[in-house]
């Protein structure tokens, strides 16, 4: 069994611990949040009741964005803000919850590498020869987020509506720990964004649960059309992502070694470790 968390900054921080529509007040939902069983249950009222399986304590939690968000300790900030889930024009789409055989933080990387796109994506968000992942810009903001901008990728089917192939603008930006956001290039309205955030669920060191978030935006294209895309599109991935050695993500720099494409990574396990963030993690050696 896995140890059970003890870095302060993800037990106090919020996750996700089901999508709304996997509840039903006709049966408990079961789940797991860093290495802690949790039962979920539907009071009248519509009210969420989120237990811990071990002691029977009740645990913090909210809803937003279609989600369930739980916190096994004592919150020290606000959910995660997606600011384009204000806008009317958007879908908001809940990706469905998937389940991987990996460590969060592997899947957090994952998703941030351009690079996988011609080889996994083949014929959709990338193609041969169109291998090269071009020079980007990758710093700490000030909110302290880890963004790589100016990313350039072609992409023969960058989303639904997309006609043709083209250049995809892409900005990457990691949030918390287990939350990443893509915003990319939308085929339609060219000076507008669509906008991905992946909150991973981090189930045990070993294994995550990936809830897609999307604010797509409405032209030419359906609510469920949006959701297919994403559901093919990490299809592809898990399987890559189950067979990644180790499952936990090495933060030591000597113990992977990294390419130019894979700066925004580097910057991310260098943020991992200042952190002190070991859950899911292979921490650096002294």
């Known amino acids: 069994m896995s140890a059970l968390c003890s870095d302060r900054v993800l037990l106090d921080d919020w996750h996700v611990v089901a999508d709304l529509a996997n509840l039903s007040p006709q049966a408990p939902f079961r789940t797991r949040l860093l290495g802690v069983d949790l039962t979920i249950r539907c009071r009248q009222g ?32 606000d959910i995660v803000a997606v600011p384009e889930a204000l806008e009317d024009d958007r879908h908001f789409v809940t990706g469905g919850s998937i389940a991987v055989r990996v460590s969060g933080l592997r899947a957090v990387e994952n998703f941030l590498d351009m690079g996988h796109f011609p080889f996994v994506h083949t014929g ?54 287990y939350t990443v956001a893509l915003y990319k290039s939308n085929p339609v309205q060219k000076d507008r964004l669509d906008v991905i955030t992946l909150f991973v669920q981090p189930v045990d060191e070993d294994n995550c649960i990936a809830h897609p978030f999307l604010c797509y935006l409405k032209d030419g294209i359906d609510a469920a059309t949006v959701r297919a895309f994403m559901q093919l599109i990490f299809a592809q991935d898990k399987p890559i992502l189950e067979n990644q050695v180790p499952k936990r993500l090495p933060l030591d720099p000597r113990a992977e070694t990294p390419i130019r494409a894979d700066a925004v990574a580097v910057l991310y396990r260098r943020w991992l470790r200042d952190k002190s963030v070991t859950y899911g993690a292979i921490p650096a050696r002294s």
Do not use: M
């Open 46 to 77: 519509d009210i969420k009741q989120v237990v811990r399986n071990d002691n029977g304590q009740n645990v913090r939690a909210t809803e937003r964005y279609g989600f369930l968000w739980a916190c096994l300790g004592n919150p020290a900030r």
């Open 124 to 177: 959709w968000l990338g193609d041969e020869p169109h291998t090269e992942v071009a020079p980007y810009k990758v710093e700490l903001t000030p909110d302290d987020e880890v963004v790589a901008s100016e990313c350039k990728f072609y992409q023969p089917i960058a989303s639904p509506t997309a006609k043709e192939g083209f250049i995809v603008e892409y900005i990457y930006k990691v949030i918390r720990p």
